[in-house]
């Protein structure tokens, strides 16, 4: 594709943490025990210090001070600390950019992934895989942002960053969109067929697949984090409301809009923790 220059420069690209790699790469791995998580955060000093700092924040207000990965996943269960590794470790991916673009952009993939994950066990998706899938969707956005800064600076003037027609702008400016970018960056990370599927996103509303759903499911998060920022009334929420992506997995419109809960309940403070200095 027209793209494919962008990964011959390996200087533009976020970098992988191995242990994300590890765990991104073993997804479906149902047998990773909870030692060998462990042993796998360990491995990674970063990545093991920033975990026991959010363990011990207020976010989780454990009762006992957590000084260990082992202890960190004994507590707060082998799920939740691989999210949260998954998190901190794309949250270490932006530290390129500058914070005024930092901050937007993980505010609303964390905001994705957490509708993603609220709705996914409602409509029988994977929970875990949609909140990480929701994390990756717009990872393109920041090779584009690195290697044409200018450019995506302007298209942030005339679409925003997360509008619907985004990459509609993007394609027009470039010849494709952040999403085919980041479908391009998890194949160069050897990351499962089914993560560059979905953060592509272009399934046919058609397809009743899982991987189809899950695209749609993504798709459909993504809109609730952008018209979550957007002083609409109801009426405009409607006509931006993609209903046959939610049709495709099930979503009913009772649940989503302005009927979506706080995110503050959603995400327990997760916004200003994962974003590291």
Not at 151 to 177: H, K, N, S, V
Not at 211 to 231: C, G, I, K, P, Y
Request: proline share 6%.
């Amino acid at each position: 594709m027209k793209f494919d220059p962008l990964f011959k420069n390996a200087n533009h690209l976020p970098v992988l943490p191995k242990v994300l790699q590890n765990l991104l790469v073993s997804f479906n791995d149902d047998t990773l025990r909870a030692d060998l998580l462990a042993r796998q955060i360990e491995q990674d000093p970063v990545i093991n210090a920033r975990l026991l700092r959010l363990a011990n924040s207020a976010c989780y207000q454990m009762p006992q001070t957590i000084s260990t990965a082992h202890q960190a996943v004994q507590q707060l269960g082998m799920v939740n600390v691989r999210s949260l590794v998954i998190s901190i470790g794309l949250a270490g991916c932006l530290s390129g950019l500058p914070p005024a673009l930092i901050q937007p952009y993980w505010r609303h993939s964390l905001h994705t992934a957490t509708a993603a994950r609220y709705w996914a066990s409602g409509v029988q998706i994977d929970a875990e895989l949609s909140y990480t899938l929701g994390l990756l969707h717009g990872i393109g956005q920041l090779v584009l942002r690195t290697v044409y800064p200018d450019a995506m600076l302007r298209l942030d003037q005339q679409t925003g960053p997360f509008a619907p027609g985004r990459r509609a702008a993007e394609r027009e400016e470039f010849g494709y969109d952040h999403a085919d970018v980041g479908a391009g960056l998890a194949c160069h990370w050897q990351l499962p067929p089914l993560f560059a599927i979905v953060i592509a996103g272009a399934m046919a509303t058609s397809d009743t697949s899982d991987a189809a759903r899950l695209t749609a499911l993504v798709q459909v998060a993504t809109w609730q984090s952008w018209v979550s920022d957007q002083l609409f009334n109801e009426d405009q929420i409607e006509t931006t409301w993609p209903a046959p992506l939610a049709l495709q997995v099930g979503l009913d419109r009772s649940v989503c809009g302005q009927h979506f809960p706080p995110w503050a309940q959603l995400c327990a403070g997760l916004e200003d923790c994962l974003i590291f200095t």
